[in-house]
């Protein structure tokens, strides 16, 4: 059972992409549905990171003691200055992982 289920969502998630990405298909979206669908990638996105900066251990912790917060708070303040992806990037793995291993031990 598991395995047609495995199989049912791969079938749906391919054709869902195919249907938009295949250029030979007549579907278009208009530009009303173009723009609400710019935001899902922003949306996932926090729904992925919000829990891991804000619920490290399961519960709410929004002290200075977190380093999750604290290097999430590094890399918004770099992107949000130097448009870099790849400096925010390194930068705030790096710092995570000094405050992960060497200062909040």
């Known amino acids: 059972m598991i395995m047609f289920y ?19 298909l007549p579907l278009r979206l208009n530009a009303r549905a173009q723009h609400l669908l710019s ?9 992925i990171w919000g ?12 002290t200075p003691d977190n380093p999750y917060l604290l290097a999430a708070l590094l890399a918004a303040l770099i992107a949000w200055k130097t448009k870099n992806v790849l400096l925010t990037t390194v930068v705030s793995m790096g710092l995570f992982l000094v405050l992960k291993l060497i200062v909040f031990v």
Request: cysteine-free; aromatic content about 12%; glycine content about 2%.
């Open 6 to 24: 495995i199989l049912a969502m791969t079938a749906v998630v391919f054709l869902s992409r195919y249907l938009f990405l295949e250029p030979r």
């Open 39 to 47: 935001f899902s990638s922003p949306a996932v996105l926090t729904a």
């Open 51 to 62: 829990p891991i900066v804000f619920l490290p251990e399961g519960e709410l912790s929004m």
